[in-house]
Structure formats: C-alpha cells, structure tokens
C-alpha cells in the first residue's frame, strides 16, 4: 500500500498517541529532563526535545507517531495517510524561541506537509506551524544544510495550534503599546484572557510606558486619564468589520465574553 508521498505504508506505519503516553512524557521524561537541566545551570541537555515535540504534535492533532524514527521522510501519518516530518524548536531562555533561530534538518526524501512545532522552556506545547512540502521545498533547497529559519518557516506556514489564536505578528518595538500588551500575554503564557482582562493589562503597561516618559498610543492614552471607557473599547478594535488588536480576546468575545465588562 502506497503513501500519498509514494512511499511504502508498512514501512511507516505508525500508532496512536493517547492520553496515557502524553501524561508519561510530561510527568516522567519531562520531569527528569528538567531536574537534570536545574542542576546544571541549564547548561546541560538530555536531548529529547524532537521526541517531545512529535509526541505532543501528534496527541493534539490526532497523527500516527512512525513507528520506525528512521522512517524516510515522515515522523508521523495522519488520518488521510499523508505523511509528515516534524520539526521542533524549544525556547532556552523565558518566552517562546526567537525566530531567528533555525529549525532542524530536512530529510531530502518527499513528504506531503511538515509541522514546526514551539515548545517553551519547560517544554509546554506553544504552537504548531503547518505548511505544504511544495510550499517548503524552494525554502529548504536554497539551505546547504536544508534548515530555514524559524521566521522564513512561518512565512510560508499557517499556525494550526492552538485553534483558538489566530497568528499574531509581534511589534518589535519596545515602545509599543499593543507590543507591550502581547509580550505580557507571552510571559503569561498564551493564557485566554477575556476583554476585561485584556484592558485592564493594557492600561497597566500604558502606565508603566507613561512612567518612562514614552507615549506611543496618544488617543488611547488621553482616553484613559478622562476615563473615556468608551473611546479606549473602540482602540481595542471591537467591531465586526475591524475584529481586534488582540486576537485571543476577540476569541473570548465569541465564546461568551463581554466588551463592557470592568476593567
């Protein structure tokens, strides 16, 4: 039987990663994983972050984890039979990777789609990219060592987790307002925050910016010394024609939250 890649289905046949096996990886390797790095000053590894990520990709979305981690071309099956190759990048620091970091080598064997997987520093599951092999393979061919960058992988990628964040594209700036607000929901870790949260976290850091004498959102920060409630949800950008400057709050919109609620 043939994959849709053209390879051999009983050379990558794979099996079903179930709840069971996730809660072995987080409590046990992980577990140890992170004690060995503590003492050693996070200077040591054990290595098992590709295994992890695969792991987590796959008890997410549902894959079947190769059997054979040589398998050519593919970490993993989907439901379709499509076949996989999974790449994973673990922050070394606090936060999420910096895309300019590079994810791993590129088998020269043909797959259908890859998945980027981001994991922080602890290992908790952040984000999956998804992109199509002909959509990857004028990236990868122009890498001597057919590994993009993390950056140059998103661009041709769409994120497919978690579902209930839409891709966000961060503000370098550090004296952005809206850049300011994502990095605090970064530090938080990605927590779903409804509008109400989401306000009262923005005014928090127009303060912290006002302390340094920085103004970069000057109606919003005129709105909030009048106590403009109004004017400071229209800056937010609720509306059904201009969505939000904040993604993960528009999402908490839909699912119940209020764009009046105290902030």
Not at 20 to 35: G, H, P
Not at 111 to 128: P, T
Not at 130 to 152: C, E, M, V
Not at 222 to 244: F, I, V
């Amino acid at each position: 039987m043939k994959l849709h890649n053209g390879g051999d289905r009983r050379e990558a046949e794979g099996f079903t990663v179930d709840d069971r096996l996730t809660r072995l990886i987080r409590k046990a390797a992980l577990s140890v994983a992170l004690q060995y790095e503590r003492a050693t000053g996070w200077k040591r590894k054990l290595g098992i972050t590709a295994e992890v990520g695969e792991v987590l990709a796959c008890g997410v979305l549902k894959l079947k984890l190769a059997t054979n981690p040589r398998s050519e071309g593919s970490d993993a099956i989907d439901s379709e039979g499509k076949s996989v190759q999974i790449k994973s990048r673990r922050s070394e620091s606090p936060g999420l990777p910096r895309d300019v970091g590079r994810v791993g080598t590129f088998s020269k064997h043909r797959f259908d789609y890859a998945l980027l997987v981001i994991l922080d520093r602890e290992y908790r599951l952040a984000e999956i990219w998804r992109t199509d092999y002909d959509d990857l393979a004028p990236l990868i061919d122009r890498q001597k060592r057919r590994n993009p960058t993390i950056s140059g992988f998103k661009s041709n990628a769409k994120l497919i987790w978690p579902t209930h964040v839409k891709a966000i594209k961060m503000s370098g700036r550090a004296d952005s307002l809206r850049g300011a607000v994502i990095r605090s929901w970064e530090k938080a870790e990605r927590p779903r925050w409804n509008h109400a949260q989401t306000m009262s976290v923005l005014e928090d850091r127009d303060r912290e910016l006002e302390g340094r004498g920085l103004k970069p959102a000057k109606q919003f920060r005129a709105a909030r010394l009048q106590n403009d409630r109004e004017y400071m949800h229209r800056w937010m950008g609720y509306s059904t024609k201009s969505g939000c400057k904040f993604p993960w709050a528009t999402e908490n919109l839909k699912i119940g939250g209020s764009p009046r609620g105290t902030a």
